[in-house]
Structures are given as C-alpha cells and as structure tokens.
C-alpha cells in the first residue's frame, strides 16, 4: 500500500492475507475484516489504527499467525461505533500498539 492508508468501510467481509506495509494508517468502519495467516501483516508503526470510527458493527480479527502494528490503536472511536470489537486468536497472532490503545475513545 505504500504511504497511503487502508480504509474498509460498509459491511461485508475483507481479508488481508499478504504483507501490507502503509504508513498512512488504516480504519475499518463496517462488517468484518480479517488478518490470517502467517504471512498477513498489517504495519504502519508510527501510524493510526481505528476500528469502528462511524459504524457499530465493525470487527477486526488477527488469527492463525496474522500481526498488525501501528503507533495509535482506537476500537469505537465515537458512541455510534461502541459494538466495536478486535480479536486476537491463535498461536503468533498479535496486535502491537507502539504508543495508546483507546477503547471507547469519543
């Protein structure tokens, strides 16, 4: 991706199965996203990460070895994104935050 970001927004399903280095940061607003797999990778360490800005439904899923790094990492940034959810499963799977996580951030 390069220095631009990532955005996923509405529902459906997106999955990110490859590396993917950005530095503008990446937001998931709707439906569900994944990063699976060993060779998924998610990195803009000096960057934002925002799951669920505007929509409430949305899901960020780091399994079966997938990583994402980011500076600044925020699940349900407004009240309208408070279902907002990340989950981190299996064996390698990991989420780095490098500076805050905001849970519920308004």
Known sequence: FGTGSIRKVGTGTWYIGGSNYNTGGSTFDGGTSYVSGSSARINHIAATMQVGSNENSSVLIITNGGAV???IGVIG??????????VVDGA?????NNVFLYVGSN
């Open 69 to 71: 790094s980011n500076g």
């Open 77 to 86: 940034r407004s009240t309208a994104a408070s279902n907002a959810s990340v």
């Open 92 to 96: 390698s799977s990991r989420w780095w």
